[in-house]
């Protein structure tokens, strides 16, 4: 059988998506003699990005370190701090707060989650708050910060970490990496795109200027635009607004508070939830809203009147639909980004969904034959995962107990998705939590946000029963302790940056 490897890959739009996708392609790809291959990144210098994405998951540490990424370098480059996990506030109802930390509540007991045997414990007397027990949360609330250390499970290393970091200087660092390797860079505004009448594949991209880009493969990274996947594939776009109805965007940097939080803070408002997120040089901030609950002018006021600091801009707007291409591979064209489906940013996962869409290209990465399946695949895994971070995003709204304003009150009522349906009713039904995609959101995220929005189970597995109380008190009494103990030895999270990742003035 003879082999037709692809021999260019052609990347439309820079910004985080088009230089996430470049790293990892420039690095496995180019400079292999037995393998010749190019990569070309059109950018346009005319189109500015989105750029508002500057909270992570812990995966994102698993990407930078496939490509040999220095982590200290990479985060005095981007302005770079640490996350745990996100502070939520007023969600739910006002005046409350609880915390999504990365990380789970104790190691299982029995096979079962910790967590069922503390709601046990918490029917009876004197059992603190299920928090206690989740060790991200508690350096969190202490503003304490340390990398997991030993390689035996304990409350040292019984928690992940993400980063908060500028997203332009990060798609900078990616594309110094991607053109070091071997990428080309080219400036240029595509005008037209040349679709083969045979079979339908794009064959090339025509610039302003004239020249003309040809290639095998395509990545759509060209954002809200859709330029190729949209465009040229007429992929169709599904509109998930009736599940989650913000539409709009304000973004705004202000001067960065004193105390270096190292966590994202989300607040929930009358008409949406706003942003907060702490980098080395300034404060992010943003306020997600329905333009049908708000006015522009008020959620500017909304805004800008909760800064931490002075503002250092004008608010930045932008206006979306949320939603899912549901074939973000079609012939040579594959999707990355924005131009794949957009899900508000409520739990920081752009970047992850970009991250995930290059790990599954490799995966998949065609030959000349662009063989149907993969793309079926890659779409159906795709699908998939856009579906469950949609439910786990949609749940933030639907188990409001808020009744302050007509926003809050229609979420309540809104009908849900099935498969969210479901999952909200085995939880309140037994406490059990069901994972209908291993590669979207863990047990403990559901857990730390079906409790902490209120949801409260009506019985429990009645395998918890056959541990004795007092032994399991003891059990968690002392793992407890020995995560108190372990947080109050960690430096403030301000001073461990300041003396291992201190970026340059900005």
């Known amino acids: 059988m003879k082999h037709k490897p692809i021999r260019k890959i052609v990347i439309v739009g820079g910004g985080t998506a088009g230089w996430m996708a470049a790293a990892p392609l420039a690095?496995?790809?180019?400079?292999?003699?037995?393998?010749?291959?190019?990569?070309?990144?059109?950018?346009?210098?005319?189109?500015?990005?989105?750029?508002?994405?500057?909270?992570t998951l812990p995966p994102i540490r698993f990407y930078n370190e496939t490509l040999g990424i220095d982590a200290a370098d990479f985060m005095k480059k981007t302005q770079a701090t640490f996350k745990l996990g996100i502070e939520f506030r007023d969600w739910g109802r006002q005046g409350h707060r609880f915390f999504h930390g990365f990380g789970g509540f104790g190691p299982p007991i029995r096979n079962r989650s910790s967590f069922m045997y503390?709601?046990?414990?918490?029917?009876?007397?004197?059992?603190?708050?299920?928090?206690?027990?989740?060790?991200?949360?508690v350096m969190a609330?202490?503003?304490?910060?340390?990398?997991?250390?030993?390689?035996?499970?304990?409350?040292?290393?019984?928690?992940?970490?993400?980063?908060?970091?500028?997203?332009g200087l990060y798609a900078a660092y990616l594309r110094d990496y991607a053109i070091q390797r071997g990428a080309r860079h080219v400036q240029g505004t595509v005008v037209d795109v040349e679709v083969r009448p045979e079979d339908g594949f794009v064959a090339a991209l025509t610039l302003r200027?004239?020249?003309?880009?040809?290639?095998?493969l395509f990545i759509d990274c060209s954002g809200f635009r859709a330029l190729l996947i949209g465009g040229a594939?007429?992929?169709?776009?599904?509109?998930?607004?009736?599940?989650?109805?913000?539409?709009?965007?304000?973004?705004?940097?202000?001067?960065r508070q004193q105390r270096l939080a190292?966590?994202?803070?989300?607040?929930?408002?009358?008409?949406?939830?706003?942003?907060?997120?702490?980098?080395?040089?300034?404060?992010?901030?943003?306020?997600?809203?329905?333009?049908?609950?708000?006015?522009d002018e008020e959620a500017a006021r909304v805004l800008m009147g909760s800064l931490d600091g002075p503002a250092l801009d004008t608010p930045r707007q932008l206006r979306f639909t949320t939603g899912l291409r549901r074939a973000a591979w079609v012939r040579n064209v594959v999707a990355i980004g924005l131009s794949s489906g957009f899900l508000e940013p409520l739990e920081s996962t752009s970047l992850q969904l970009i991250m995930d869409g290059v790990g599954r290209l490799v995966e998949l990465m065609p030959d000349l034959d662009f063989h149907p399946g993969l793309a079926a695949e890659f779409n159906r895994r795709m699908a998939r995962q856009y579906e469950s971070i949609r439910d786990f995003i949609v749940l933030h709204y639907k188990l409001t107990q808020r009744t302050d304003s007509e926003f809050w009150r229609s979420c309540a009522s809104m009908p849900i998705p099935d498969?969210?349906?479901?999952?909200?009713?085995?939880?309140?039904?037994?406490?059990?939590?069901?994972?209908?995609?291993?590669?979207?959101?863990?047990?403990?995220?559901?857990?730390?946000?079906?409790?902490?929005?209120?949801?409260?189970p009506r019985s429990l597995d009645p395998f918890t029963e056959l541990v004795d109380e007092q032994t399991l008190r003891a059990h968690f009494m002392r793992l407890r302790q020995a995560i108190a103990g372990t947080v109050d030895a960690m430096p403030d999270h301000g001073d461990f940056i300041e003396r291992h990742v201190k970026a340059s003035p900005a």
Do not use: K
């Open 262 to 295: 190292p966590f994202t803070t989300s607040t929930a408002r009358s008409a949406g939830w706003q942003w907060r997120i702490p980098l080395q040089h300034r404060t992010g901030n943003g306020h997600v809203y329905c333009s049908g609950h708000t006015s």
């Open 233 to 255: 594939m007429q992929s169709p776009y599904e509109d998930w607004s009736r599940w989650l109805p913000c539409d709009s965007a304000l973004a705004v940097p202000c001067a």
């Open 419 to 456: 498969s969210l349906a479901h999952q909200i009713e085995l939880f309140r039904e037994s406490g059990r939590v069901v994972i209908l995609d291993s590669e979207s959101f863990a047990e403990p995220s559901w857990i730390s946000m079906m409790y902490g929005l209120g949801l409260e």
């Open 209 to 216: 200027d004239g020249r003309r880009v040809e290639g095998d």
């Open 118 to 137: 503390w709601l046990r414990l918490a029917r009876g007397a004197g059992m603190p708050p299920y928090e206690d027990w989740s060790t991200a949360t």
């Open 141 to 167: 609330r202490a503003h304490r910060f340390a990398p997991p250390a030993g390689d035996t499970a304990s409350a040292a290393n019984a928690f992940s970490f993400a980063f908060h970091f500028d997203a």
């Open 27 to 55: 690095q496995m790809l180019l400079g292999h003699e037995h393998r010749p291959c190019e990569l070309v990144v059109v950018e346009s210098p005319e189109i500015g990005t989105v750029g508002v994405g500057e909270a």
